[in-house]
């Protein structure tokens, strides 16, 4: 835990990571609303999934692949009835379209992959970082735990966030990068004049990257483009002077682990516990606002071996076989049991009365309702934190009439990001109703 | 520009039609400049028609984001195995089954541009941590802290090899800059080089292999500068930027004859790190990646077989296409394997206490497709797949398209039945019997029944669910191929005399050469590598050098 991480070194407050409006987080004033999309691949047993009874608080329970989440019961709610309503219809690429931005996909060219395809709108955790995570060191963050994702069938089922349909945005699986990223060369003296001279460097970089955009065609430059897009923001970021501290603002221990294999196996449990606690300290830290956490791939590559003993197919193989659908639940508990140390993590950090976790949104979802359909009804949603109270918690809502899925992502964009955003998505998967039922107001 | 998976399906198919008088579904809407014409041909059989191909032009040039390989063997041979261990890279983005031709739409991120900075850094420590990498990149003594002609000595020989031409003297004078603030602000010479290394490896000239060429009066189309084609061809031939020879070569007109690109070519080839290209090529193509995240249910496959299964493959290809001699098509029918103590016992052969061999396969074993890597590659967990097996081969093999699955289909076979005994390929066949699945798997699956006497480990096995196993089949029919084969050798021999299959080989040696699919103008241009490589004996280095020395490969296009 990362409170045990910090408390066994002696560790400088941070006072490099100031909250970039100048604004020190004191007591009692306004924290900032946080968005973090955390996905698991391939779906859930539905009958196994759907807590039985409706309602809020002691109205309802946690049903049997829900039970790890116990200990946040009070700031989840789950979402049932809703269904994915894009008009694309294929396994997977259109349910996590679906999810991270509320339209359509596009066919590409798939080689020798079965299909393939992108997103036909940018993900909406960057129309959100847009609004709320200009001024943050990182305007948004990309994290991934099970390196096994699918990654010969586009962007879309490789990837959560899309800065454009064509520019999908790699996630950062290495702990230790995470933290470097994080949380080193901002605790520099004064007197060093280093990013002084990596501004020089990335204004040399940026005159060269004109030079070549200058002599190329529109498709070219318009990959230049991102390129110097991305040279600009990581010169803000490095420009962006050192802010005031929070209260619960602290550079934690250095992790060791490094999302390496051991004996051919991932590390899923301990990776997610370290991403889980950089990622919890880089929003209290307000370094960022805006995170998609891939915990395991659309398709489901991963292979959870240590669960029940001997070898175990992956995931996805798994799920297209009747008989064993036991072990399709139990990894459906150890996904939720893994999300749970993420709340935990969360909820860990104080903030004024509240925690992280609770001027948070997070979205918890996957890229089919059951993998051995490739369904779309019915859709798992979660959705734990309150918004700094803009969303009711501690509740199960079932939708009637398959209401489209796009309408919790509309509720938690105003939640987090307010009445700025009037609609999600596009064709089928349009909406401009937010699902008020899960919404304080 | 068009996807010449479907071109060459299109243009085997028109092989057929061509001898009713029909012309090629590719001619454009102007008149062929070459009429159909006889063409010699050995053995007494019908000479087959030249077909027509549209005006010669060659493709579109775009600049490509250097691949992972390319970055990592790069910073290894300018700065180093400490640098190259320091950096890290993702994956990259493939297309049309190839990361060259990936890198030609791939957009540089955010992310990667942190990672590009972050990279730059930890390679500049690395190499300059230690006096032998210091004198590595420091070729000078400097005076003091802010020795300006020495900085300048430091830009020009590294800026040489990472943007793989001289710099202009205004970027002298960028870097020599940013080299010398540096310096001061940390009273250190050697602070000043990592940030000019840290500087050189975010740069776009190093980042984008941007090979635009200058307007060619001769030809009307962009021609390739020799250090453009420097470049070309030393991360197509050695997967690592250009060393001093080549670029020296670039400097004095070495590469602007055919004779003289030919010379380079064929050093390049002798390097060792020829056949880690070759290798890599072939890894793509047979998509062994895929091997690294099968499951299977049988313990006997683990991680570490896997790993050996997929490195036999990689020794394989670069013999075929390297040691001298062989014959490219041997691909199919060598029983040459090689083999370690984890997979030797698989094959049934003796394997060495360390390391790998070369040993003679047993007879069952006729080329790459009875290899395990192949074999348990396409393969379910516990069963065969024909269908897997077979698509690789259309593919990936005769670049031939097949349509996916409907969405709405499960493409799952079903499970044993006990109450009605039947092998997988019975299975298959009942599940796929439909029509609408035929169109496709009549495409895939008899290409995979060959390999029925290989289990979804590469194991020989003569039953199936305890039936006797089938593999025979008919080659080709749909394409009026009607030979019948028993099994895996009978078939690769088939494969290997299908002229579909070498014409295959010549157009992705062709795109992994110049990063990019095929223009429809360059038909020609394939259908001639095509001819000259067969004539010379289907030699893999003569159809490299071939191709280098094409027209298609020196030229291109601007948009």
Request: hydrophobic share 40%.
């Amino acid at each position: 835990m990362l409170k045990g991480a910090g408390a066994a070194i002696a560790l400088p407050t941070l006072e490099a990571m100031l909250n970039s409006h100048g604004t020190a987080y004191a007591q009692g004033q306004q924290f900032p609303k946080r968005y973090l999309m955390w996905f698991f691949g391939n779906g859930v047993n539905l009958p196994r999934w759907r807590p039985s009874a409706q309602g809020q608080g002691a109205a309802w329970q946690l049903s049997e692949q829900l039970q790890p989440l116990a200990m946040h019961k009070d700031l989840l709610t789950v979402v049932g009835g809703c269904n994915v309503r894009i008009a694309s219809k294929r396994g997977h690429h259109d349910g996590v379209a679906a999810m991270v931005s509320g339209a359509e996909i596009f066919p590409l060219p798939a080689g020798n992959a079965p299909y393939a395809s992108r997103l036909t709108q940018r993900s909406i955790d960057q129309d959100l970082a847009d609004v709320i995570g200009a001024q943050t060191r990182f305007k948004s963050m990309q994290l991934r735990v099970s390196k096994r994702i699918v990654r010969g069938e586009g962007p879309t089922l490789a990837f959560l966030s899309h800065a454009s349909p064509t520019a999908p945005l790699e996630a950062t699986e290495n702990p230790v990068t995470l933290f470097n990223q994080l949380f080193t060369g901002v605790m520099n003296s004064p007197n060093d004049p280093r990013n002084t001279l990596r501004t020089s460097v990335l204004d040399a970089v940026r005159d060269e990257a004109r030079a070549l955009h200058g002599k190329l065609g529109a498709a070219d430059r318009a990959r230049l483009d991102q390129h110097l897009t991305g040279i600009a923001e990581l010169r803000q970021r490095v420009q962006q002077l050192p802010a005031a501290p929070t209260g619960a603002c602290r550079v934690p221990g250095a992790p060791t682990q490094t999302n390496a294999d051991v004996s051919g196996q991932e590390q899923i449990e301990a990776v997610n516990g370290v991403m889980s606690d950089l990622m919890a300290m880089a929003l209290a830290c307000d370094l960022t606002r805006v995170v998609t956490y891939q915990f395991s791939g659309s398709v489901g590559f991963h292979t959870f071996n240590w669960l029940g003993t001997g070898p175990r197919a992956s995931e996805h193989s798994l799920t297209h076989d009747q008989n064993e659908q036991g072990k399709v639940h139990d990894s459906v508990v150890f996904s939720m049991r893994c999300f749970a140390r993420t709340l935990t993590a969360m909820r860990a950090i104080t903030e004024g009365p509240s925690t992280v976790l609770g001027n948070s949104a997070v979205l918890c979802t996957s890229d089919v309702s059951e993998g051995f359909t490739h369904s779309g009804q019915d859709y798992p949603i979660l959705v734990a934190g309150a918004a700094g109270g803009a969303l009711r918690t501690n509740m199960h809502y079932r939708a009637t009439g398959g209401r489209n899925t796009s309408d919790v992502l509309l509720a938690l964009l105003q939640a987090v990001g307010g009445p700025t955003f009037t609609g999600v998505g596009a064709g089928g998967g349009r909406s401009t109703t937010p699902m008020r039922e899960i919404m304080t107001s | 520009m068009r996807h010449l998976l479907s071109a060459t399906l299109l243009l085997t198919a028109c092989e057929g039609a061509l001898l009713g008088g029909a012309v090629t579904p590719e001619a454009p809407a102007e008149p062929a400049p070459v009429a159909p014409m006889a063409m010699p041909t050995g053995g007494g059989v019908a000479a087959p028609l030249e077909p027509t191909f549209p005006t010669f032009a060659p493709g579109v040039l775009r600049p490509r984001v250097m691949l992972g390989q390319w970055y990592r063997n790069t910073v290894r041979d300018v700065l180093g195995d400490a640098a190259m261990n320091a950096v890290s890279v993702t994956p990259d983005l493939t297309e049309g089954g190839l990361v060259t031709i990936g890198a030609s739409s791939k957009s540089v991120t955010p992310t990667d541009v942190t990672r590009f900075e972050d990279n730059g850094f930890l390679a500049a420590q690395a190499v300059l941590g230690d006096a032998t990498g210091r004198a590595r990149v420091i070729p000078c003594t400097p005076a003091n802290a802010t020795d300006s002609a020495c900085m300048q000595q430091v830009v020009t020989t590294l800026g040489r090899r990472l943007f793989r031409r001289p710099l202009s003297t205004d970027e002298v004078t960028r870097w020599r800059g940013i080299g010398l603030s540096a310096a001061q602000g940390y009273s250190s010479f050697t602070r000043g080089v990592e940030f000019v290394i840290a500087g050189f490896l975010q740069s776009p000239n190093f980042i984008y292999l941007d090979e635009r060429g200058a307007a060619d009066a001769a030809t009307g189309w962009q021609k390739l500068d020799p250090y453009e084609l420097a470049s070309r061809l030393s991360f197509f031939l050695v997967q690592s930027t250009p060393d001093d020879a080549l670029l020296d070569a670039a400097a004095t007109g070495g590469l602007s004859t055919v004779e003289g690109v030919r010379a380079q070519a064929e050093r390049l080839l002798r390097r060792t790190e020829a056949r880690d290209a070759v290798s890599s090529l072939f890894d793509e193509v047979f998509e062994l990646e895929g091997l690294m995240s099968a499951q299977k249910s049988d313990p006997a496959f683990t991680r570490e077989v896997a790993t050996s299964m997929r490195q036999e493959l990689r020794y394989l290809f670069a013999h075929v296409a390297l040691d001298p001699g062989n014959d490219f098509r041997d691909l199919l029918t060598t029983r040459m394997g090689f083999v370690d103590r984890r997979i030797a016992p698989l094959y049934g052969v003796p394997g060495p206490m360390s390391g790998f061999q070369p040993v003679e396969l047993p007879e069952a074993r006729a080329g790459v497709l009875t290899r395990l890597g192949y074999l348990a590659n396409k393969a379910h967990d516990a069963d065969t797949s024909p269908t897997h097996r077979g698509k690789l081969v259309r593919q990936r093999l005769l670049c031939m398209a097949v349509a996916m699955a409907p969405p709405d289909v499960v493409a799952v076979v079903p499970p044993p039945d006990q109450m009605n005994r039947r092998t997988f390929r019975q299975r298959l066949e009942e599940r796929t019997a439909e029509p609408r699945c035929q169109g496709c798997h009549q495409l895939m699956d008899p290409f995979g029944f060959p390999f029925e006497g290989f289990d979804s480990l590469g194991r020989p096995r003569t039953l199936d669910n305890g039936l006797p196993i089938d593999s025979t089949g008919a080659f080709d029919p749909i394409f009026s191929r009607h030979e019948r084969y028993t099994g895996a050798k009978d078939f690769a021999a088939l494969l290997h005399d299908d002229p579909r299959f070498t014409e295959c080989m010549t157009t992705t040696v062709f795109r992994q050469a110049t990063g990019r699919f095929e223009a429809e103008s360059e038909g020609r241009a394939l259908y001639e590598l095509h001819r000259a490589w067969k004539q010379t004996g289907y030699r893999y280095a003569d159809l490299v050098v071939a191709v280098v020395t094409s027209d298609a490969f020196r030229f291109g296009t601007v948009e």
